[in-house]
Structure formats: C-alpha cells, structure tokens
C-alpha cells in the first residue's frame, strides 16, 4: 500500500521486519494485561468479516465486468514458469486451520470443536468463493495484476477496479482490519498449543514453560517463548523473502502431516479392530469415506506445499519448505532420542501452577 502510494518508495526486507514488530506489540500486550477483552475483540472480528464482504464487493462492482467465459472457461498458466494446468492449479492452494486450538478451554470441547469446524469451513468457504467470483468479474487487466510493483495482485485489481488509491486502501483495510484482530486469539490459541504440549513434558524445557503466572493467571512463559519466536523468524525477510514465505508454508505442511497420522492409525483401527468406541461427535456411517477422503486430501497438499512458486529455480525463489522441515523433524528425532523418550508418556490432565 505504500508503494502504491509512492511508487518510488524502495520496498526492503528490515522494513517489512519493523512493521512485523509493530503489528505484534499490541496483540502481544493485550494477550498479557487485557485477556479478557479477547472474546470481545473476536466477536468484532468476526462482525468486520462478515459485514466487510459485501462492501468490498460493492466497490468492485463499478468496474468494467469480464465476460463469463474468462471467469467460467479460461485457465491462465505459464506465468510462474510452470506450463501443466494441475501442477499451476495444486501450488496454489494454501490450508486452513480451525479452532482446535483452543480446544482445552472449550466447555464440552468434545461437540463444540468439531462443529465449530465443520459450521466455520462451510461459511468461510461459501464466502471465500464468493469473494474469487466477484475478483474474477471486476479485476480487469490479470497481466498487470501480476506484473505490479506493490508485489500484491489483489491491491493492483482494487486499484484498477475502482481507479482510486483511498478506495483500494479502504478495501484492503477490510481484509487486513480483520486479519489483525485475528492474531490477537492466534496467538492465544499459539500459547496454549505451547502450554499443553509443556504440560504433557513434549516441549525441551517443559518445566519452566508449563508455569501459569500467579499475578496474570495465564502461561505467560509460553507466550513469551511464542512472542520471541515471531521476532526471532521476522530477521529472516531481511535476507530472502522466499525463506521467510518458506516459514510459513512449514505451519500448513506439519499441519497436514500431523493429521495424517491419527487418520491412517484410525482408518486402520476400522479395518482390524472388531468394536471402536464411539465419541459424543460421530459422523457415523459417513465415518470411513469421510476419513479416506481426508487422507488422499491430505497427502495431495503434502506433496504439492513444497513445490517451488515458478520456475526456473533458483536460491531466491526456491521453497525451503521442505528442507526446513527436514531439519525440524531431525531436530525432533534427536529430542525424542536424548530427552523426550524418557520423559514423554501420553497426553495428561494435571494443571500445576505457580
């Protein structure tokens, strides 16, 4: 947005490393002296998302409109470098992840979390497909949104659809406003995920960050451990953006991974084991189609996040995804084996404090 307004503004890494700290401090504040304005903040959040989509649609809506068969009928490939419409296709998709975060301080977590899933994935995507429909019919010329100097093709496609740099602030406002306050609860739910995997003695040092704060009443060495980290990984933009974009596809690439494992281990245990328990949420007979489908889901997204964004490759643009992990994962083993195998026994419900 800056370098839409003056273009020749010099976009640099340590810059984007400053705003990155800037944007954190006050979630960070508020997750430690206002905790309990989160729930507050999160219902604003979800109001901003629901009630800013059809204002953005109706600034897009005075730009000329595309013909139906460029949005219905036309695959547009070979920008990236890549010619094969699947491959162009598969590396575009990113993952979601839900509100199991939280799930420890859910009251009756056992229904609530997955429909809060199952309700939150068919809104947002009933949204988000809406949203795609409507950038497809307005975004104008889609060579310039992807060759435009803001490096963001969805700032260039407001800006050619309203031909007014407030109103492409204003839209973009609508989707970064949001975002923001999100991180407010992602970075509680982050907190608690460090807490509970202290808690059960899977984290190195789980001592000292299992403590709750007895003035603050919250893990507060967790979400310090979690806090320090986003400064600690903002360094990385300021040497190549591409291993910082690599940071972040790791989260969705060990999401997938994770899930593949109680998946296979439950699609298994439907096969072998003559009765399995059944929990307060059940999606009965849909059960085992549902679980194989997860699967071949899954496995599709962990074969194509590592993919490199275009080609040819280079140490710029190359995915460090898949390295990254590789040395996430040798770093586990060498835990498991020094430390975690002697101390890891299984999820716990003990709460210690002080």
């Known amino acids: 947005m800056i370098k839409l307004a003056h273009p020749d503004y010099e976009v640099h890494g340590w810059r984007s490393t400053l705003l990155m700290w800037v944007v954190s401090i006050i979630p960070i504040t508020v997750n430690i002296f206002a905790r309990r304005v989160l729930g507050v903040i999160e219902l604003v959040a979800g109001v901003m998302h629901v009630v800013f989509l059809p204002m953005v649609l109706g600034f897009l809506s005075h730009a000329p409109r595309s013909e139906h068969e460029f949005v219905w009928d036309t695959f547009i490939s070979g920008f990236s470098g890549w010619e094969n419409p699947g491959v162009v296709f598969s590396i575009g998709l990113l993952g979601v992840d839900g509100i199991i975060h939280m799930a420890e301080e859910v009251k009756n977590a056992q229904v609530v979390v997955p429909r809060s899933m199952v309700w939150g994935t068919m809104i947002n995507g009933a949204m988000a497909f809406s949203y795609a429909i409507a950038i497809l019919y307005f975004m104008g010329n889609y060579a310039d949104a992807l060759m435009t100097p803001t490096g963001y093709p969805i700032i260039e496609i407001a800006y050619q659809a309203t031909g007014s740099k407030t109103a492409t602030f204003m839209i973009m406002a609508t989707g970064m406003l949001p975002g923001w306050i999100a991180f407010f609860n992602g970075l509680a739910s982050v907190t608690r995920l460090t807490w509970a995997f202290a808690r059960d003695n899977g984290l190195p040092f789980s001592d000292y960050f299992v403590r709750i704060d007895p003035r603050f009443k919250i893990p507060l060495r967790s979400l310090l451990l979690v806090s320090s980290w986003i400064f600690v990984l903002s360094f990385i933009q300021t040497g190549s953006t591409a291993a910082f974009n690599a940071i972040l596809s790791l989260s969705t690439l060990g ?80 835990d498991w084996l020094v430390r975690g195998r002697h101390k890891w026994s299984g999820p716990t419900m003990r709460y210690p404090r002080g």
């Open 255 to 334: 999401l997938y991974i994770s899930y593949l494992f109680p998946l296979v281990s439950l699609v298994i245990a439907r096969f072998t084991a003559k009765d399995i328990p059944r929990g307060p949420f059940t999606l009965g007979r849909f059960g085992l189609p549902l679980n194989l489908a997860a699967i071949l889901f899954a496995t599709y997204f962990v074969v194509f996040l590592p993919f490199p964004p275009t080609l040819p490759v280079t140490a710029k643009n190359m995915n460090f995804a898949g390295p990254v992990l590789s040395f996430v994962m040798l770093c586990s083993c060498i």
